[in-house]
Nanobody, 114 residues
Framework: QVQLVESGGGLVQAGGSLRLSCAAS????????MGWYRQAPGKQRELVAA???????NYADSVKGRFTISRDNAKNTVYLQMNSLKPDDTAVYYC????????WGQGTQVTVSD
């Protein structure tokens, strides 16, 4: 079992930046894919970005060119750098390990104001 704890959310103006962190309770080296999902009010949870152990990344079309996912296996941490934020990015962001049936964090709120 792995516990995931997100941090770094908050309130930011449109055009601003935030960096989310996800700290794991144990080594994530063996977890093939780590990812970030988000859920806005009234909407389904959606994949934002994922990174494989190889370093290969995958992004939702809506965030390509603005968000960057990275992982530091030595620190058991996954990051999501979010730039050029838009009000549509407002959501609770969840860290995930090993896909939808894997491990989840408790979520961190990101609010982007106009």
């Amino acid at each position: 079992q792995v516990q995931l704890v997100e941090s770094g959310g908050g309130l930011v103006q449109a055009g601003g930046s935030l960096r989310l962190s996800c700290a794991a309770s144990r080594s994530i080296f063996s977890i093939s894919t780590m990812g970030w999902y988000r859920q806005a009010p009234g909407k389904q949870r959606e994949l934002v970005a994922a990174i494989a152990m190889s370093g290969i990344t995958n992004y939702a079309d809506s965030v390509k060119g603005r968000f960057t996912i990275s992982r530091d296996n030595a620190k058991n941490t996954v990051y999501l750098q979010m730039n050029s934020l838009k009000p549509d990015d407002t959501a609770v962001y969840y860290c995930n390990g090993r896909g939808p049936n894997g491990y989840w964090g408790q979520g961190t709120q990101v609010t982007v104001s106009d």
